[in-house]
């Protein structure tokens, strides 16, 4: 049996939101990931079995290797409309903000999503949510937001409700944020849910390779010339990093996702501790996108907070630099330095 995460006077709060909005929003984090638009999707089917005809958000592009998931057509761009999405915040009842835990992580987004009187109810797994909310569901130590949103579905026993365009964005977030179940997921509740879902006669095979095995020629040898030419070991502190600049990105036709999982290679290599990727923006002068993934116990979001104006999980952080490449990989030297008697 699952452990519950919401308490019954939660519980009796969340189908009261539900039951008495008529305009409901979902919303996720800007440069959107399997389980931010997993969590999302998921969600947004199980309020149509609830009859309700909710609004699916996203600040920006998504990959194309997610464009395959059921009812992706119907998101909403905020980049792209604006106007629209901002008409619909402000008359909404209730906005769902799924896998971010602060207004800031749906960047140009945000002010329309602070200034909305709507009810809003975050359900997320990173550290700290400062948000104000009408119901907060974080659990820091779950996979995934996905993960969170199964767990709220059973415990409202909706789950015998649902179908395939439930279970499969939901499997697929939270497979995307454990690397295929390699990181963050030694709990045995995670297997009892996949359990679960397989019921739906979803094929996660096929999930699978929808996700890891649908990219261009360009984007293998992208990860060739990396491999071969970019990357930088520190062989001492047990690090390494590499860049992706616009000449880079344009001579392998860079699409959003192809750097998807880049930054996961060099853990390859015995020993390895913490690994950075350094991806210029494809249209913003002096805007650096950072990912960094670790192992054991390494804290990459210590790392991230300190160095890259960033945050997230133990093992799977993110952050942002607003300088040149030049700059940016001396931070990620000075990063090493500091943090080499963990490395070590």
Not at 190 to 209: E, G, M, P
Not at 233 to 259: C, I, M, N, P, W
Request: with cysteine.
């Amino acid at each position: 049996m699952l452990k519950p995460i919401m308490t019954e006077g939660e519980c009796s709060l969340l189908r009261s939101l539900i039951q008495d909005a008529e305009t409901i929003v979902l919303c996720c984090h800007t440069n959107p990931d399997g389980d931010a638009l997993g969590s999302m999707l998921g969600m947004a089917e199980v309020l149509r079995t609830m009859g309700k005809e909710p609004l699916c958000v996203a600040p920006d592009q998504y990959p194309d290797y997610l464009q395959w998931l059921p009812n992706s057509e119907k998101i909403v761009r905020y980049d792209k409309r604006k106007d629209y999405v901002d008409m619909v915040l402000k008359v909404a009842d209730l906005v769902f903000c799924l896998d971010f835990n602060m207004p800031s992580r749906t960047d140009e987004m945000a002010d329309a999503l602070k200034s909305s009187a709507a009810k809003k109810v975050l359900i997320d797994h990173h550290l700290g949510p400062d948000m104000e909310t009408a119901l907060c569901i974080s659990h820091p130590e779950m996979s995934s937001t996905c993960e969170l949103v199964f767990r709220v579905v059973w415990q409202l026993g909706l789950f015998d409700m649902q179908g395939k365009h439930y279970a499969v964005p939901i499997y697929c977030g939270m497979m995307t944020d454990t690397g295929g179940f390699t990181y963050n997921s030694c709990d045995p509740d995670t297997y009892f849910i996949i359990s679960q879902l397989l019921t739906k006669r979803i094929d996660k095979d096929k999930i699978y390779r929808n996700v890891y095995h649908n990219y261009s020629e360009h984007r293998l040898r992208l990860v060739g010339h990396v491999l071969c030419h970019k990357l930088v070991v520190d062989s001492e502190r047990h690090a390494a990093f590499f860049t992706l600049e616009r000449q880079d990105l344009k001579r392998f036709r860079f699409v959003k996702g192809d750097a998807e999982g880049l930054v996961n290679m060099p853990l390859q290599i015995k020993g390895l501790k913490l690994s950075i990727s350094l991806r210029e923006d494809t249209e913003k002068d002096n805007q650096i996108w950072v990912s960094l993934r670790s192992v054991d116990k390494f804290p990459c979001n210590e790392v991230a907070a300190r160095f890259f104006n960033g945050g997230g999980h133990l093992n799977a952080s993110g952050g942002r630099l607003n300088c040149a490449m030049a700059e940016a990989i001396d931070i990620v030297k000075r990063a090493f330095v500091a943090f080499e008697d963990k490395l070590k």
